[in-house]
Structure formats: structure tokens, C-alpha cells
Nanobody, 115 residues
Framework: QVQLVESGGGLVQPGGSLRLSCAAS????????MGWYRQAPGKQRELVAT???????NYADSVKGRFTISGDNVKKTVYLQMNSLKPEDTAVYFC?????????WGQGTQVTVSS
């Protein structure tokens, strides 16, 4: 059974930083494309960043240069380092694991950027 458990969300002031973690179990971690998505109130879920086992990354234009996704194949954990946070980054952040047509989701972690 695939389990993705996110942590690291919270309240931060504009310009601040947070690091999200997603611990995976029940999967061959290195076979999946891991990613972070977010959903703000009243909006659709959107891609934030993805990473392959080979380290290839992809970012939404809105976070390029501010967010960094990374993965640890030994710990089966994917991270999202978020710097220079803006109020518009406020959302629930979800971890995703995808292989072929199958994907799994974590329960989400709230990130609130506010002064």
C-alpha cells in the first residue's frame, strides 16, 4: 500500500522560507516521478514541481528561482525548499508519486504566507 506523508507546513511571513518533506512507503521510490502540487481556496490543484529518479526537475513558472525540489532515494523522501515566499503561495501542498497511469497522493500540508 502506497503511503505519502507530508510535513513541514506552517505559517510564515512574506519573504520567509519553509521546507516541506514527503516520506514515501510501499513503493519502489526510484521508479516514480515525485512531485509537489498545491491547491489554494477556490482554485484548482496545480503543479509546483516534479523530479525524476535521475534528478531531472520541472517547475511551474510562478516558483522558478524560489523553490527547489530534491529527493533522497535512500530515505525515500522528497523535499521542497521554498524561499522568498509570497502571500500567493498560500495553499495546501500535496505530495504526488506517479508511474505510468498510476499516481498516489498525500493528505496535504497547509502553507500560509501572511504578515
Amino acid at each position: 500500500q502506497v503511503q505519502l506523508v507530508e510535513s513541514g507546513g506552517g505559517l510564515v511571513q512574506p519573504g520567509g522560507s519553509l521546507r516541506l518533506s514527503c516520506a514515501a512507503s510501499g513503493i519502489i521510490f526510484s521508479a516514480y516521478v515525485m512531485g509537489w502540487y498545491r491547491q489554494a481556496p477556490g482554485k484548482q490543484r496545480e503543479l509546483v514541481a516534479t523530479i525524476t529518479s535521475g534528478g531531472r526537475t520541472n517547475y511551474a513558472d510562478s516558483v522558478k528561482g524560489r523553490f527547489t525540489i530534491s529527493g533522497d532515494n535512500v530515505k525515500k523522501t522528497v523535499y521542497l525548499q521554498m524561499n522568498s515566499l509570497k502571500p500567493e503561495d498560500t495553499a495546501v501542498y500535496f505530495c504526488n508519486a506517479q508511474i505510468g497511469s498510476y499516481d498516489a497522493w498525500g493528505q496535504g500540508t497547509q502553507v500560509t504566507v501572511s504578515s
